[in-house]
Structures are given as C-alpha cells and as structure tokens.
DNA sequence: TCAATTTGACCAAA
DNA sequence: TTTGGTCAAATTGA
C-alpha cells in the first residue's frame, strides 16, 4: 500500500528518454530480478516490481518498483525500499565509484510530496551515473533534466 | 541446460 | 471488500 514515513522509502523520477531502453529502468549498481507486476489502480500502466538478484529470499530486503506516469510514458518512477546490503554484483562492471547507492542528491523536491502521498523525495537522474569525476547530485545538465522532468509532471 | 522472466493466484493490509 | 504486494510455477531466451 502506501507507505510513506516507512522508513527508507525513495521515490526517484527517472527519464525514459531512450530508445531501447524504454521498458527497462537504468540500471544502478545493483541487480535487480523481477518478481511480480500488477496494475496499479489509477493508473493506466502497470507497476514491476523488483528485488535484489542475490539476496533472493535471505536477507538483503532491497526492493524497487517502477512505473510508469499515466500521461508521461516516457518517465519511470523507480522507488527503491529499504537499505541495500548487497554492494557487490557477480559480474560487476564497476568496481570504484560504487560507494553510495545512488547519486541521491540533497535536492528534494516537496512538490512530489504534495501531488504524490508516497512520495519522500524525488531526484531524477538520467543515464550517466557514473562519472569517473564524482557523483555530485547538482549538475547544471541534472538540474536542466529536472526542469524539463518537473514541466512535463505538473499536470495533476 | 541454466537462469531469468512471465503470468496468475494467493495473501495481507487498509 | 478492495487494492497492492508477494510467491510460485511455467515459459522463453541465451
């Protein structure tokens, strides 16, 4: 259901502007495995839902959800639940500037919460998240991407 | 052949 | 009861 001070519980826009990649979210540092679908009353598309590739049942409760907007197929938003114990792919193709999980920037955006009840924060990255420079959420290129994400999301 | 994904059903929570 | 979430089994692809 909506769980929404529930603990680490982020809410990530993320811009499907890509060609082929279009049904499938990035990818971050972690495999996910899908384990179910459903459709999401209220909104046209239906929600995957996702865990961790490793930790199938044992420990590591990282889980993830995507899903699409009702009138943007082109965004995804991916909410990653709980914390991530499970760092470490089989076949990982980054190996040094995987420390934190995600490039969660410090900039939230209230404005979710107001549209969205289960929104915590929202901080939508695009492909490149791994720079061999740093991982510095603020980007003036990020911040041109949330712009445009946030133009095409106030409709509600 | 192996593994991941798929769909449907079941269960739980609101 | 309804909606959402998860699990389990079956299927498909590599």
């Known amino acids: 259901m909506y769980r929404k001070k529930d ?3 982020e809410t990530v826009l993320v811009v499907a502007a890509r060609m082929g990649n279009m049904g499938t979210p990035p990818d971050d540092n972690y495999v996910w495995r899908k384990y179910g679908q459903k459709e999401i009353l209220g909104s ?18 990282a889980k993830k959800q995507v899903q699409r907007l009702d009138e943007d197929p082109y965004m995804l938003r991916v909410t990653y639940r709980s ?10 193709s980054f190996s040094s500037t995987a420390t934190t999980p995600v490039n969660y920037g410090p900039n939230v955006h209230n404005m979710a919460d107001l549209m969205f009840e289960n929104t915590d924060s929202v901080v939508p990255f695009c492909e490149p ?3 061999n420079d740093s ?3 603020g980007a003036a290129s990020y911040e041109d991407s949330w712009n445009s994400t946030w133009q095409s999301y106030d409709m509600s």
């Open 7 to 9: 603990g680490a519980v």
């Open 44 to 61: 046209r598309y239906p929600r995957s839902y996702y865990r961790c590739n490793h930790q199938k049942v044992y420990k590591c409760p």
């Open 83 to 92: 914390s991530h114990t499970c760092q470490f792919s089989t076949t990982s």
């Open 129 to 131: 998240y791994f720079n």
């Open 135 to 137: 991982l510095v959420p």
